[in-house]
């Protein structure tokens, strides 16, 4: 049990190796459950999930992205995306994968474990497409966000955030909040 | 007190009436918070947020909308995206405001609102561009999620998620969960 407010302040994005310790498939499935409970547009459910555990695929991923955070995975959820549009032109599946990315970060924080959401680096040199060919995703569907994760060696905290009057104002923007 | 879990299950999309109990600014600022303690690319925080709780405000944006939910918000939380690149040629700001929403969408279930993440409606007849204005938004930054809320006449439930089993996959995209 955690507190939902707990949660959201103690999630944090963590770059460091992990322990040894495994991540029990039991607890893989309850994170990815919260990222499925997350909405979508026009709840088409866009976002679907692998769930890396195989030490061999692990090793694989972590070949590609050389990161310190990949090497000692100890499971990574791939978050894969299906960019058809839901209304005629406009695809929300960015957005749907996000919500769900956020719901499985406050999961991971809640179990103990800790986790980062890699996008930007997956970008580079076809990584998402390699990512998405080595786990058999369909050539219409992206591997949009990894998160490797684990034990955290050394717990970390959440970065400093700007305070709340430097990003939100009350009626008009920039105004007092 | 609620949570996590709770909160991730309990979250719904709510689209009916609300009820005439007003939405205390301390209960708005909680949720913004949340919002705010979101991750974001680089830390970059590109999201910020208009609090509508002024009546007259209100009904401009409601008029604009012509939206059940929006006719009796008791108040309007505005995510407002500075679309400028973090990494070169990539923006994030899509994805830091889904992730900030994620979190406002929980801390409105813990504190027993309802609210709904209308996104696709603000693209038409140019009304993000017009809310925009009515906040004082500026030119280069753009609402890109309203979230109307209040105390829900009759509270709902989330819609019908596909099952673990539909949605992921170990090791393997399409194999057993």
Redesign the interface.
């Known amino acids: 049990?955690?507190?939902?407010?707990e949660?959201?302040?103690r999630?944090y994005?963590y770059r460091g190796p992990f322990t040894a310790a495994p991540v029990p498939?039991e607890d893989l499935?309850?994170i990815?459950?919260?990222g499925?409970?997350?909405?979508s547009?026009k709840?088409e459910?866009t976002?679907?999930?692998?769930?890396?555990?195989?030490p061999g695929?692990l090793a694989r991923v972590a070949a590609m992205l050389d990161r310190p955070v990949c090497d000692t995975a100890r499971a990574v959820i791939a978050c894969?995306i299906d960019p058809r549009p839901?209304?005629p032109g406009?695809s929300?599946a960015?957005?749907?994968?996000?919500?769900a990315?956020?719901?499985m970060?406050?999961?991971v924080t809640?179990l103990g474990y800790a986790t980062v959401?890699l996008?930007?680096v997956l970008?580079r040199d076809q990584i998402a497409e390699r990512i998405g060919r080595l786990?058999?995703?369909?050539e219409e569907r992206t591997v949009r966000v990894l998160l490797p994760l684990g034990v955290p060696v050394e717990p970390g905290r959440?970065?400093?955030?700007?305070p709340?009057a430097h990003?939100?104002?009350?009626?008009?923007?920039?105004?007092e909040?």
Chains 1, 2 share one sequence.
């Open positions: 049990m955690m507190d939902l407010f949660a959201i302040a999630r994005s498939r499935r309850r990815v459950e919260a499925i409970r997350a909405p547009a709840n459910q976002t679907s999930f692998v769930i890396v555990d195989d695929t894969v839901v209304l406009i929300f960015v957005e749907d994968c996000a919500a990315v956020e719901n970060l406050l999961a809640a959401w996008d930007g970008r786990l058999g995703v369909p959440q970065r400093e955030k700007l709340l990003r939100a104002w009350l009626n008009r923007y920039g105004s909040s």
